[in-house]
């Protein structure tokens, strides 16, 4: 009888429990519904982007106030729920600047640039045009320098390796570097570094004036006009110049302005800027890998004859910021956060960067709330955030995260970024590597906008000549606090790579729909892949990360490492011998998960599973943690993460192992034993992190 009744009962309470499972959609139907065309809108994803983009709207001015106020009203209308957080923070404006060129070749005794980016014939926003601010670079330094002219190419550590070969010293002189390759930041830096006086950076037709393309510039074609100026940021770090470390709350303590200062006085010129002065230039003839447009000047490398007088005010101020931040709370965990972000500030118009961001997220909060109004809800608490002051110096995602540096430490589990979400065709994405699965299996669900017979995962396994997925070891976009400060898992994607006019006055909705996505197709994948990747981070029972991934990626890395150093006397073994620690981890959590899923079958995860499942998860989600090391970097010490940071002269740029990197190549200069043991200290740091995102993995105490 007992044996019967205790039968019975089991029977009720799985009948119970079945009938609970099929009383609502399963969690995949969702997320199916997500991907169909009824649920997608590009006439709303158009109409956004050109609402962001009637007026230029930098950070801490009304228009960009008003912007917000604009994605506020647009969740709202969504019946998502939002909020704005603000931040006092320290931006620079341009009050004043020259460049005048003298020693022509010519009878001409000078040159002065109006430094003015021109309007075309019909263009709708010449009405606006006057509240573009000057073209000018952030937190450059103020003040005059004249010096003769030297031309560095990109400006790069190997470009002044070779002006060295060539018996040049830019020592004294003001350099003129082009765009491209590196951060402009370091553009600076290193001409800092190497005795410069001041800095020039041009927009050169070869990279983005269409080269011999002979098409023509925007409006007529994608290329930049030769009066087109990219501007932009020469800060070297991430967040508030006078809050390193610390979020920039109203009252709190703040670093002198003479502390946040810049290096040396620069600007931005024009392609037809930047040839003027290229022709007043003598010395040797550059290589053919530095050389411009063929209907262009000969490149000399200098210095002089021609000399520049740049002059240049800023104006250093504490101004509001505002992150917009919507939430959709999980109704299982709903102390578990899945992040999205993209930024809102531009130094325009910003129709590629950032709104093609900004309004593939709104696409995105509107697709979330047309599924709760279906019965979806989703198991972890979803947060979208639309950042401010990016383009200063990632001012807005990092404050933020330095906030709330806690809470994210223990509640977050991937971060998620789109900025210039489309510039193009092609579909790109870098991550950290237990995420590379799960975007794979996303664009294997999505069709290509640009081929309809293919997925993006099929055009974008095609087109790819390198790795398919990139890291986020550079610091070019908001997810930098989030794997760079204190790891959390996280992704970047995007439509298209590099555009003509970036950050310049001609990003704007018309080069956008003429160019970018005249449809507005390439916004909507982008929408749905970012999209469902979030809703299977917040959905999914088991976390759907995989560091198995991460462990062959490591593996490569340290091989590569083994090469660069060979012949070194540096010992990598214990780094090796981590990193195979690592795979065995990952290889028994997977096992983990799929014991637990073969036990549960097609059941509900039933109540005594709850706290194993959530033990896995943790150890899943805190394992990216244990690659930061509290005193981070040498000299970069808000950069945490031993595996993934930039590299010390290219902002830009990613490096695996950026501590051993940089150690590397200060002993490549010293040749001292001293620092190449100091490298082998490197290797140490690096393979005691590896060791303990296995313990974490593991989940049992040593």
Not at 410 to 420: E, F, G, T
Request: aromatic share 10%; proline share 5%; hydrophobic share 40%.
């Amino acid at each position: 009888m007992i044996q019967t009744a205790i039968s019975a009962a089991l029977f009720l309470a799985l009948s119970f429990s079945f009938s609970l499972f099929i009383s609502s959609p399963p969690k995949p139907y969702y997320h199916s519904l997500f991907l169909t065309p009824s649920l997608s809108d590009n006439a709303s994803v158009s109409h956004n982007l050109y609402m962001l983009t009637r007026r230029p709207h930098v950070a801490g001015t009304q228009a960009n106030e008003e912007a917000a106020t604009y994605v506020m009203s647009t969740l709202a209308s969504y019946n998502v729920k939002s909020h704005i957080v603000s931040y006092e923070v320290s931006l620079t404006y341009p009050v004043s600047r020259s460049l005048t060129l003298t020693n022509l070749p010519t009878a001409q005794q000078s040159i002065r640039f109006d430094l003015n980016q021109e309007t075309y014939d019909g263009d709708p926003y010449a009405d606006v045009a006057d509240e573009i601010l000057p073209t000018f670079h952030a937190y450059a330094k103020s003040g005059n320098v004249i010096g003769p002219v030297a031309y560095v190419n990109y400006g790069r550590v190997e470009d002044y390796s070779e002006l060295k070969e060539m018996g040049v010293n830019v020592s004294g002189s003001v350099v003129l570097a082009r765009y491209g390759k590196i951060y402009r930041g370091d553009i600076v830096h290193n001409a800092y570094e190497e005795g410069a006086i001041g800095a020039v950076i041009y927009t050169d037709r070869k990279d983005y004036g269409g080269g011999e393309s002979g098409d023509g510039w925007f409006p007529k074609a994608k290329w930049m006009p030769p009066s087109g100026v990219q501007v932009g940021s020469v800060y070297n770090e991430a967040g508030d110049p006078s809050t390193p470390g610390w979020p920039s709350i109203q009252g709190c303590e703040r670093l002198s302005d003479d502390e946040v200062g810049g290096l040396i006085p620069s600007l931005p010129v024009s392609a037809a800027d930047g040839e003027t002065i290229m022709g007043s230039v003598g010395g040797p003839v550059a290589g053919e890998n530095w050389q411009g447009s063929k209907d262009g000047p000969t490149y000399r490398v200098g210095p002089g004859p021609g000399v520049l007088n740049l002059s240049y005010t800023g104006n250093l101020t504490i101004a509001t910021i505002q992150n917009v931040i919507a939430v959709i709370e999980g109704a299982e965990e709903p102390d578990r956060f899945v992040i999205l972000g993209n930024h809102r500030d531009a130094w325009t118009f910003g129709a590629v960067d950032p709104n093609s961001g900004t309004a593939a997220l709104l696409e995105v909060a509107q697709r979330f709330a047309k599924l709760q109004r279906k019965g979806w809800r989703p198991r972890r608490t979803i947060i979208m955030c639309n950042w401010d002051a990016e383009e200063y110096a990632l001012i807005g995602s990092t404050e933020w995260v330095e906030d709330n540096r806690e809470l994210l430490a223990s509640r977050a589990v991937a971060y998620l970024n789109v900025d210039c979400a489309v510039a193009g065709a092609g579909f790109h994405a870098s991550a950290t590597p237990q995420l590379d699965e799960l975007i794979k299996q996303a664009t294997q669900q999505v069709q290509d906008p640009d081929n309809s017979s293919q997925t993006i995962y099929e055009s974008w396994l095609s087109s790819s000549s390198s790795a398919l997925i990139g890291r986020l070891g550079g610091a070019g976009s908001d997810y930098a606090a989030f794997v760079q400060h204190i790891g959390i898992a996280s992704a970047d994607i995007s439509f298209g790579g590099g555009y003509p006019v970036y950050h310049s006055m001609y990003d704007d909705f018309v080069w956008m729909k003429n160019f970018g996505d005249p449809m507005f197709q390439r916004h909507l994948a982008v929408a749905s892949v970012w999209g469902l990747v979030a809703l299977q981070l917040a959905d999914e029972e088991i976390l759907p990360f995989n560091y198995l991934s991460y462990a062959s990626e490591l593996q490569k890395c340290a091989k590569e490492l083994e090469d660069e150093i060979s012949g070194k006397n540096i010992n990598l073994h214990p780094l090796f011998k981590s990193i195979a620690e690592l795979r065995k981890a990952a290889t028994k959590i997977e096992e983990e998960r799929k014991a637990i899923e073969e036990n549960r079958g097609w059941l509900p995860i039933l109540k005594k599973d709850h706290i194993r499942v959530r033990e896995l998860n943790d150890r899943l989600m805190m394992a990216e943690r244990a690659f930061t090391d509290p005193d981070g970097l040498s000299d970069r010490t808000w950069n945490k993460h031993l595996v993934y940071a930039p590299s010390k002269h290219n902002d830009y740029g990613s490096k695996s192992f950026p501590g051993i990197d940089d150690a590397i190549q200060k002993a490549m200069s010293l040749s001292t034993v001293e620092s190449w043991h100091y490298v082998q200290h490197e290797v140490w740091r690096v393979s005691r992190a590896v060791r303990h995102v296995s313990l974490v993995l593991g989940g049992e105490l040593t």
